[in-house]
């Protein structure tokens, strides 16, 4: 490696927010702080799995009281709720109730389509790295070299 005077195999790219090579390098999460790389994309994708699931499985299970306190409740007035589901909502706590479900749906969400993402690309054999730099920067490169022509002259 040029910046930190290591042996470079094939598929071992040089971390700048690390200052390490690391080998299979997929990307440099910021939310652990190191790179996700061969010693540790299995644990990454478990970990994409469990958030999806948890997320998930927390927008099904609050979505009862969000329909009733949120969505009932804003659309056709508290003064239409039963005194049951007013009692249930004040139980619960209305920010909380109005907002976990579609927190959690949107987390759920975008874990599901990053988990998506990396499972194809373990299926193709390749990195979100390698997909960047062969793929998708070399095509930006191509486009913005075309000569577009202008209608307005």
């Known amino acids: 490696c040029v910046l930190?005077?290591?042996?470079?195999?094939d598929r071992v790219y040089h971390c700048e927010s690390c200052g390490r090579c690391v080998v299979r390098m997929d990307h440099h999460c910021f939310l652990f702080d190191c790179?996700?790389?061969?010693?540790?994309?299995?644990y990454?994708?478990?970990?994409?799995?469990?958030?999806?699931?948890?997320?998930?499985?927390?927008?099904?299970?609050?979505?009862?009281?969000?329909?009733?306190?949120?969505?009932?409740?804003?659309?056709?007035?508290?003064?239409l709720l039963?005194?049951?589901?007013?009692?249930r909502c004040l139980r619960v706590g209305p920010l909380l109730t109005v907002a976990a479900c579609p927190f959690s749906a949107g987390v759920a969400l975008s874990a599901a389509?990053?988990?998506?993402?990396?499972?194809?690309?373990?299926?193709?054999?390749?990195?979100?790295?390698?997909?960047?730099?062969?793929t998708l920067i070399p095509l930006a490169a191509r486009r913005a070299s075309r000569v577009v022509p202008l209608a307005y002259k």
């Open 4 to 9: 930190c005077d290591a042996p470079k195999p």
């Open 113 to 134: 389509s990053f988990l998506a993402l990396h499972m194809g690309l373990v299926l193709v054999g390749r990195t979100t790295h390698e997909l960047f730099v062969f």
């Open 82 to 87: 039963t005194d049951s589901e007013v009692e």
């Open 44 to 79: 990454f994708l478990c970990w994409l799995m469990t958030v999806t699931t948890l997320g998930a499985f927390t927008a099904a299970s609050t979505y009862p009281v969000f329909s009733i306190c949120g969505l009932k409740g804003m659309a056709e007035g508290t003064h």
């Open 35 to 42: 790179c996700i790389g061969l010693a540790n994309h299995r």
